[in-house]
Each structure stands twice: as C-alpha cells, then as structure tokens.
C-alpha cells in the first residue's frame, strides 16, 4: 500500500511536507531530507554474537525507493547516521549496494555525517559536518547554542499518543521557532521519548509535535506538551540504538 502524506508545516517561512515515513519534503528545493537510516545495524550486533534478523537495510531501502518514487526530488539530503557505524558499507551486500546507488542515480546527494558514521561514509560519495541551504542549516545533531534556524536529526524522537483510546507510541517530528528535529527513518532504530531532558529545551507551547500513522500525520495539542511539563522524572526515558 502506498504511502501518503499531505501534512506540510513552515518552518523558517518555508514550506516542508512531513511524510509518514519520515521523510520530510522541500519542495521550493526540490529536495527530500532523511536521517538516520541506519544501514547494516543488524550485520552489527553479529560480532558481539546477537542475532537480529538481516533484513533491516533492505526494508529501509525498499522505504528510500518508495519516498523518492512519490515525491519525485531532484535532490537528497541524508542527515547523518547514513550507516549503522565505519565498515557498515564493505558488510551491505551487494545486491544493496546496486539497489542504493540505482536510486540516488538521477539525483544529487547530500551527505552529512553522523556520530556512528563520522569517517565511514563510503569514498563514492563526498561527506559534510553540515550545509546552509536557503537560510536554514542542516546537520546531525543540533546546536542548542545556535541562533540560527536548523534541522537535525539524531535523537529518533518518539511519544507516546492516544489512539482508538490505546496508548501508542510513534516516531515524530518535533519543531519550534528555529529547530526542526526528524524523527529517523530507518526501520531498526528506537527511539527517544520527548518527554527525556534531551529535548527540555522543546517543552514549551511553542513546540509542535507531528506523529508518524501508519499513512498519515498526527499533530499533538497543547495540552500533550503541558502534560510532559507536569510529569514528575524522566529517569526512565532510555533510547534503544
């Protein structure tokens, strides 16, 4: 079943699309935004003898081919944590490989790296701590210190939200005045609940938080950010990466 969003947000008066994969849409750049993918996270855990099924990078792929098939862009950003860690691209098969590569042919790509994939991003495609693109920057992890617009990735935050009266918890978007945080877009990845101290900042009625559906987007009220601000502790709040 396809996947459809059209839930667009402006942020820095541009226009974005949130996409319920993740993926966030530019569409005055022409340009899709993913992060944290992950490819080959479950190749990793085999060398501490774990087993998780082998199958994540290519789900996460067959989700890369599905977003770039709809929304058509002539470029892409890939915000960082590309890869699981700096062998994951010598463990893809190549099978993989093809499939990567075939999908980012008619396109220009924009690496930025990330904590696990800092120096590990294959020497076919040129990386970047970061990029300025129409007044708004884009990189890894965010500068709470910096003043100008950004969008970041990294935390895979996640909340928890009422649906059909069950308590679900789902990737989100999270977005103020000047910081957009993507939620990651790989299909073995967890998650941050927003109510941790990492996102303290974002506790306020300025934030706005969009969920990720099954096919849609679901935007939070204010009341949901006023609960996090009342809730007492967040020493439970663990990301799984």
Request: hydrophobic share 35%.
């Amino acid at each position: 079943m396809p996947l459809r969003s059209r839930h667009c947000t402006k942020f820095e008066g541009k226009i974005f699309e949130m996409h319920p994969s993740g993926a966030l849409y530019w569409p005055s750049q022409s340009s899709l935004l993913v992060a944290d993918l992950h490819f080959e996270k479950g190749s990793s855990y085999h060398k501490t003898g774990q087993f998780l099924p082998p199958y994540d990078t290519h789900e996460t792929l067959e989700k890369l081919e599905a977003v770039i098939k709809y929304f058509e862009p002539q470029r892409i950003f890939f915000l960082g944590d590309t890869f699981h860690d700096r062998s994951a691209w010598k463990r893809m098969s190549e099978d993989n490989k093809s499939r990567l590569l075939n999908a980012l042919e008619n396109l220009e790509a924009v690496w930025i790296e990330g904590n696990h994939d800092q120096g590990g991003v294959t020497d076919r495609f040129q990386s970047l701590e970061s990029i300025e693109v129409d007044g708004i920057t884009l990189r890894h992890i965010m500068q709470k210190s910096f003043l100008g617009p950004e969008i970041s990735a990294h935390f895979h935050p996640a909340g928890i939200i009422k649906f059909g009266g069950v308590r679900v918890r789902r990737p989100c978007f999270i977005k103020s005045a000047q910081k957009f945080v993507m939620p990651s877009f790989g299909v073995l990845t967890g998650g941050l609940d927003f109510s941790d101290d990492a996102f303290k900042a974002f506790h306020n009625h300025e934030t706005q938080l969009f969920f990720l559906g099954e096919r849609t987007i679901f935007s939070s009220s204010e009341r949901y950010l006023q609960n996090i601000k009342l809730r007492p502790g967040n020493q439970n709040n663990k990301r799984t990466k």
